[in-house]
Antibody, heavy 122, light 111 residues
Framework: QVTLKESGPVLVKPTETLTLTCTVS??????????VSWIRQPPGKALEWLAH???????SYTTSLENSLSISKDTSKSQVVLTMTNMDPVDTATYYC??????????????WGQGTLVTVSS | QSVLTQPPSVSGAPGRRVTISCTGS?????????VHWYQQFPGTAPKLLIY???NRPSGVPDRFSGSKSGTSASLAITGLQAEDEADYYC???????????FGGGTKLTVL
């Protein structure tokens, strides 16, 4: 059974750094076709893709936030970590991690975590 | 402003058919990249509904179908049911942005 679960702070202050962890089970991050993305959704708004890490450790980021994002993985712990620096109230959102089981550019996400709401406020 | 354009809302009576459009450009759908669709109920994570333009994951009813042509894609839902009331998102890849892109989402109301 494939599951993903996000964890991290529910509240961060402006300018702080956010660190979120996605713990996966039911598959291995070292599997050749497996990758994990982080996607966020501000309250009442649309989904926004943030970053992706492939099984070979190749990474990609949304251009608008590329300088503030970092994605990494620890295969032995089955975890994918996203850090986002210089948080702002506009970054308040539910953050999801999601799995892809393909290596194409136009990846689809077949399993999602439940999401974690992060509020940015002083 | 989303790279992929969807109507903000659609509606239909139970039993009827509705379609949701997803309009892109020559740098995403028109470039040959596949389109995927997700269904999201309030307070829950999105669920993959259609992948690679027209394929349904196991467990998705055949009332849901997808198609792609040119720079656009569509999601069709036949035999509308009250339980279909949700938000629907299309997703693809944009080569100019080198990024995964989502549509702005469409809220389906079953009258």
């Amino acid at each position: 059974q494939v599951t993903l679960k996000e964890s991290g702070p529910v509240l961060v202050k402006p300018t702080e750094t956010l660190t979120l962890t996605c713990t996966v089970s039911g598959f291995s991050l070292s599997n050749a076709k497996m990758g994990v993305s982080w996607i966020r959704q501000p309250p009442g708004k649309a989904l926004e893709w943030l970053a992706h890490i492939f099984s070979n450790d190749e990474k990609s980021y949304t251009t608008s936030l590329e300088n503030s994002l970092s994605i990494s993985k620890d295969t032995s712990k089955s975890q994918v970590v996203l850090t986002m620096t210089n948080m702002d109230p506009v970054d308040t959102a539910t953050y999801y991690c999601a799995r892809t089981s393909t290596v194409r550019a136009d990846i689809d996400f077949d399993y999602w975590g439940q999401g974690t709401l992060v509020t940015v406020s002083s | 402003q989303s790279v992929l354009t969807q109507p903000p809302s659609v509606s239909g009576a139970p039993g009827r058919r509705v379609t949701i459009s997803c309009t892109g450009s020559s740098s995403n759908i028109g470039a040959g990249y596949d389109v995927h669709w997700y269904q999201q109920f309030p307070g829950t994570a999105p669920k993959l509904l259609i992948y690679v333009n027209s394929n349904r994951p196991s467990g998705v009813p055949d009332r849901f179908s997808g198609s792609k042509s040119g720079t656009s894609a569509s999601l069709a839902i036949t035999g509308l049911q009250a339980e279909d009331e949700a938000d629907y998102y299309c997703q693809s890849y944009d080569r100019s942005l080198s990024a995964v892109v989502f549509g702005g989402g469409t809220k389906l109301t079953v009258l």
